[in-house]
Nanobody
Framework: QVQLVESGGGLVQAGGSLRLSCAAS????????MAWFRQAPGKEREFVAV??????NYADSVKGRFTISRDNAKSAVYLQMNSLKPEDTAVYYC??????????????????WGQGTQVTVSS
């Protein structure tokens, strides 16, 4: 079992930055696939970014603005979000799984989830 706890969300103006953190416990995550998803009101949960060892991948909507990273010593994953836009407003979730599935951009590919952290970007 893996427990995930997100933090770092908040209210920021358009063009600003936030750094989300995801703290993992219960099992080492050094070899786990870690991802960030987000869900806006009335919309489906969508893929944001994924990291596995040195491999990373991003949704087109955040490429060049967001950076995913991990610190295995701290069992943590981060999402640095720059140049934020109002359309980035959503609840952001951390997810984990033991392997990189072919459909890693789908929320169904992950077994473990955090409770989410709200990010609100004002215009």
């Amino acid at each position: 079992q893996v427990q995930l706890v997100e933090s770092g969300g908040g209210l920021v103006q358009a063009g600003g930055s936030l750094r989300l953190s995801c703290a993992a416990s219960g099992r080492t995550i050094s070899r786990s696939v870690m991802a960030w998803f987000r869900q806006a009101p009335g919309k489906e949960r969508e893929f944001v970014a994924v990291i596995r060892t040195t491999y990373t991948n991003y949704a087109d909507s955040v490429k060049g603005r967001f950076t995913i990273s991990r610190d295995n010593a701290k069992s943590a994953v981060y999402l640095q979000m720059n140049s934020l836009k109002p359309e980035d407003t959503a609840v952001y979730y951390c997810a984990a799984d033991s392997r990189l599935s072919a459909n890693y951009r789908s929320f169904q590919a992950y077994d473990y989830w955090g409770q989410g952290t709200q990010v609100t970007v004002s215009s």
